[in-house]
């Protein structure tokens, strides 16, 4: 997420925003992470990767297929200053996908507040609680403060 925003910050001389999240499952310490998207090399899809991660788990018991959504957004500006923010989401790998919705591993992860995986419930309940979502309302929460518009450049109040 930095290095996206920092690249486009140098590229544009513009204050850039870049993004970056994963899967991280606590039983795989904390793989596949950041690489979520490459998770098991090229050419394989999300289908292949879920396959890959449920392998991967076979044999691991309840009590440790804990996991979490992570999404970290990043803010630089063109003088290389940065300020990042965090989102997490909470829940567990199930042993096999369940629901149609949604894409990537969330026919594999349950989020237990709503009792069904991110593939089963809707865009509007999954975006309520979504770990960009809530790095993005942090990240938005910062620029409505005077700190954040110091950041962007504009004139404290006063």
């Known amino acids: 997420a930095l290095g996206k925003a920092r690249h486009h910050a140098a590229l544009t001389g513009l204050v850039a925003i870049g993004d970056d999240s994963g899967i991280e499952v606590d039983a795989l310490a904390g793989r596949p992470g950041p690489l979520s ?50 989102g997490s989401c909470e829940g567990r790998i199930t042993r096999e996908p369940r629901g149609a919705g949604g894409f990537g591993y969330d026919p594999l992860f349950f989020y237990p507040p709503l009792g069904a995986t991110f593939a089963e419930i ?9 770990h960009r979502g809530i790095a993005l309302a942090r990240l938005a929460e910062f620029l409505r403060t005077e ?3 110091r950041f962007l450049g504009f004139p404290t109040r006063g």
Do not use: I
């Open 37 to 86: 998207a490459r998770y098991g090399g090229a050419g394989l899809d999300d289908a292949a990767r879920r396959r890959l991660l449920l392998r991967e788990m076979e044999g691991v018991g309840e009590d440790r297929r804990t996991a979490r959504f992570v999404a970290l957004v990043a803010l630089a500006r063109p003088d290389g200053a940065t300020r990042t923010f965090h």
């Open 122 to 130: 809707t865009r509007d309940q999954k975006e309520s609680v979504s």
């Open 147 to 149: 700190e954040g518009g």
